[in-house]
């Protein structure tokens, strides 16, 4: 039942993305010659080399309606237009590691505490593709963990990303994408909880809650962006995502069915300023005794309409952010009002050193907690590069539930990295976390954890030029 659910939500994007598919090139080749001689996007920098063309944003302040570039799996960097690492045509890996992983749990008193110790391997796959003016990317993050001489089956997590840039002219662009995890066991270890590119400045945030079970997540979108004028675009973005948690019978459910308009407008050529809205339905089910029986499920609606803005402040420093106002309707049919925002900040400290902030509010479903109350996230991080072999950071985050008396977790971090061998592209890395949870959720653990890592790590696009 729940693979036929999960199949049958996809019908209506698939047949939306080929009806697409088919229609937009006649109509944009109509509006392109209607209006040849108007007002149309600026071009990209004519210095920028076929090979590099999709490394970069040709300016960080208003190409974000276009949405056309793809971010590395897990992490804020831009998905290079050319092969890195070692492959075969579109075909490549680009990155590999082997690291030692101890796991140090304080329980409370309804949970014992445990240490795990393992040796991960860990490997990323790419399948990058240029299809007419169109891409098509597929990555693929698999890890396995062995301890005593044997594969840890529930450790064994896999995380995919599947981008696929439809159509894009300079007045169009159409985007597909889909995220996949599956952790066995769900433990939030192989990705940076929170990752900044300060050449791109953008930021993305991943999971850093734990429990212990499976847990199971996939997050997918169709984005279609219209130029208005130089200056004005607007896009629309439905948005599906499901996610489930639990084992032995008693799994946890939750859905969410989106959809996002966006109108931006930039104001000069370091400001854009915007306004949103978003309805989203979230359904949450969960289990009930005894086990094999139907779970409940309830329903809440969120409207949300903001203004945004995004500015770069200095020639090393961007912001950006949102604010408005939001409505649930929750399923005794209360309705609830709160104040919505956003914010993000990326600066480049000199040459070798970065600090970013960023702060959000929405859905959990993607971030492990299941639950049809939205959530407040904020997350900080720093990093040095001490000499050109070495470099250092820090950082934290916090995430709690928007209800008083919800569930909240937080961590804090440190990571020392060092270039072996440049040629071969090899870093020795030690990272070391500290994370709280506390308040009721399915699911999820309640207590400290201490994880500790150290090992070796092969990834050539991270040399320093």
């Not at 990058?128 to 301890?147: C, E, T, V």
């Not at 995502?241 to 639990?246: Q, R």
């Not at 959990?364 to 900080?380: A, H, M, P, T």
């Amino acid at each position: 039942m729940q693979r036929k659910m999960h199949f049958r939500s996809r019908v209506p994007l698939a047949s939306l993305l080929i009806l697409l598919w088919w229609m937009l090139p006649n109509l944009v080749s109509a509006q392109d010659s209607n209006q040849a001689g108007k007002d149309k996007p600026g071009a990209q920098e004519p210095s920028k080399s076929p090979e590099t063309e999709d490394a970069a944003p040709a300016s960080p302040i208003g190409t974000s309606w276009a949405d056309s570039y793809f971010h590395q799996i897990g992490t804020s960097g831009l998905l290079a237009g050319h092969r890195q690492g070692i492959g075969w045509g579109s075909l490549y890996i680009p990155a590999a590691g082997v690291t030692g992983f101890v796991d140090r749990f304080e329980g409370t008193n309804t949970t014992p505490g445990t240490t795990f110790t393992a040796t991960v391997i860990q490997a990323t796959l790419v399948y990058d593709h240029k299809i007419g003016n169109g891409r098509l990317a597929l990555q693929y993050a698999p890890s396995m963990a062995i301890a005593e001489g044997r594969v840890v089956s529930n450790f064994s997590n896999q995380n995919s990303n599947f981008d696929f840039l439809i159509y894009s002219r300079p007045r169009w662009n159409v985007r597909f994408s889909d995220q996949f995890s599956y952790y066995y066991t769900q433990q939030s270890f192989g990705f940076p909880y929170f990752d900044a590119n300060p050449e791109t400045s953008r930021t993305l945030t991943n999971n850093f809650l734990d429990g212990p079970h499976r847990w199971l997540s996939n997050n997918a979108y169709l984005s279609v962006g219209h130029a208005l004028s130089a200056r004005s675009s607007i896009s629309f973005s439905p948005n599906y995502t499901y996610s489930e948690s639990g084992g032995s019978g008693s799994v946890t459910r939750g859905v969410s069915y989106s959809g996002t308009a966006n109108w931006s407008y930039r104001t000069s050529e370091r400001q854009t300023v915007g306004l949103l809205y978003t309805g989203q339905l979230i359904r949450e089910t969960t289990p009930v005794a005894p086990v094999g029986q139907s779970g409940t499920t309830s329903d809440t609606v969120f409207h949300t309409i903001a203004g945004t803005t995004e500015r770069q402040l200095t020639a090393t420093l961007i912001a950006h952010g949102s604010l408005g106002i939001t409505t649930s309707a929750l399923p005794n049919k209360q309705r609830q009002w709160y104040a919505y925002g956003t914010f993000g900040m990326v600066k480049q400290l000199g040459r070798s050193s970065s600090a970013a902030l960023n702060y959000s509010r929405g859905d959990s479903l993607s971030s492990g907690l299941i639950s049809n109350q939205y959530s407040d996230r904020v997350d900080l991080t720093f990093q040095n590069q001490l000499i050109k072999r070495l470099d250092w950071g820090g950082g934290g985050g916090y995430l709690r539930q928007v209800q008083s008396g919800g569930f909240s977790g937080w961590y804090a971090l440190a990571n020392v990295h060092f270039l072996l061998a440049p040629r071969a592209g090899l870093f020795a890395t030690f990272d070391f976390s500290h994370k709280n949870q506390s308040g009721s959720a399915n699911n999820l653990f309640n207590g400290n954890r201490d994880i500790f890592s150290f090992g070796i790590r092969w990834e050539p696009g991270r040399v320093p030029k």
